[in-house]
């Protein structure tokens, strides 16, 4: 295994664990509406970038304009639809939705980006889906029907998929810190107003949890950023689902969480299907 693909693996599971903890602590500031929470990720990225371009930690430099905007604003309207699709019809339903994207990014993969899907990848890929569907549903009761916000779920998939079809090509000429810089800025117009307009008591406990969640957004979505790098988006995607897997443990261990015998089992499908992944390819590799 080639050690750059071994770091864009690596790092792909670092974002992962980083935004399961990021996850557990918008659970535990459940009191908190979306459009804050959003709002509070964007801005407090763009702070702890902007401080650090201003003591030359890092470079902020942009290339190309039209695909950063772009990448801002798809990743922007995904990362509150998240948010707003858990608040709206539950974290079961609103988790299986939106991260079905792995099957829009392959597709998109193949048709922009010309990456090249072998059969064994795209069963991995929906063994994961199917591994994530019994791990949502599995003792939860889950109202299967659909509507107005279970379609606004979907399109925040397909935004996911667009904005990290957007991050690989990017990725070419852009360094991460300026990826991840323009999503927070376009993010930040966009939910600005309705953050402001919405009335909320915060408290100073509650600008500490929003303060944390927008530092492990920060350094989730920069190590994710980096591994698009060395990584296919379809099998950057499919790591990414190991998120919904550290999420159970997190509520296990600290929320007193029951884990069914078909959530077990939907754990073990997408571990196996990540392992698969991992073993089964490199970064010069059409799997």
């Given at each position: 295994?080639?050690?750059?693909?071994?770091?864009?693996?690596?790092?792909?599971?670092?974002?992962?664990?980083?935004?399961?903890?990021?996850?557990?602590?918008?659970?535990?500031?459940?009191?908190?509406?979306?459009?804050?929470?959003?709002?509070?990720?964007?801005?407090?990225?763009?702070a702890l970038l902007s401080t650090a371009a201003i003591f030359n930690k890092i470079k902020l430099d942009f290339f190309s304009s039209r695909l950063l905007?772009?990448?801002?604003?798809?990743?922007?309207?995904?990362?509150?639809?998240?948010?707003?699709?858990?608040?709206?019809?539950?974290?079961?339903?609103?988790?299986?939705?939106?991260?079905?994207?792995?099957?829009?990014?392959?597709?998109?993969?193949?048709?922009?980006?010309?990456?090249?899907?072998?059969?064994?990848?795209?069963?991995?890929?929906?063994?994961?889906?199917?591994?994530?569907?019994?791990?949502?549903?599995?003792?939860?009761?889950?109202?299967?029907?659909?509507?107005?916000?279970?379609?606004?779920?979907?399109?925040?998939?397909?935004?996911?998929?667009?904005?990290?079809?957007?991050?690989?090509?990017?990725?070419?000429?852009?360094?991460?810190?300026?990826?991840?810089?323009?999503?927070?800025?376009?993010?930040?117009?966009?939910?600005?107003?309705?953050?402001?307009?919405?009335?909320?008591?915060?408290?100073?406990?509650?600008?500490?949890?929003?303060?944390?969640?927008?530092?492990?957004?920060?350094?989730?979505?920069?190590?994710?950023?980096?591994?698009?790098?060395?990584?296919?988006?379809?099998?950057?995607?499919?790591?990414?689902?190991l998120t919904p897997i550290f999420n159970i443990f997190i509520g296990v261990f600290l929320f007193s969480e029951k884990l069914s015998p078909g959530g077990?089992?939907?754990?073990?499908?997408?571990?196996?299907?990540?392992?698969?992944?991992?073993?089964?390819?490199?970064?010069?590799?059409?799997?």
């Open positions: 295994m080639k050690k750059q693909y071994l770091n864009g693996i690596l790092a792909m599971i670092f974002s992962s664990v980083v935004f399961a903890v990021m996850s557990g602590m918008v659970r535990y500031a459940d009191n908190i509406d979306s459009f804050k929470t959003s709002f509070f990720r964007f801005a407090i990225g763009i905007f772009s990448r801002g604003f798809f990743g922007g309207i995904a990362t509150f639809i998240y948010y707003l699709s858990i608040s709206k019809i539950g974290l079961a339903k609103g988790t299986i939705i939106n991260y079905s994207y792995p099957i829009f990014v392959a597709v998109i993969g193949m048709i922009f980006l010309k990456e090249k899907i072998s059969p064994l990848k795209w069963l991995m890929i929906i063994s994961a889906f199917a591994g994530l569907f019994l791990i949502s549903s599995s003792g939860s009761g889950m109202d299967m029907s659909l509507g107005l916000y279970e379609a606004i779920a979907v399109m925040g998939a397909v935004f996911s998929a667009i904005a990290i079809a957007i991050v690989k090509k990017l990725r070419e000429s852009e360094s991460s810190y300026s990826i991840f810089f323009s999503q927070c800025v376009i993010g930040f117009w966009l939910v600005v107003v309705p953050a402001e307009l919405l009335p909320s008591d915060i408290g100073l406990s509650g600008g500490i949890i929003l303060l944390l969640i927008g530092i492990t957004a920060a350094i989730g979505q920069l190590a994710m950023t980096y591994s698009y790098k060395y990584l296919p988006v379809s099998t950057g995607s499919l790591l990414s689902m077990i089992a939907g754990v073990l499908l997408i571990l196996v299907s990540c392992a698969v992944i991992i073993t089964k390819t490199d970064n010069t590799s059409s799997l």
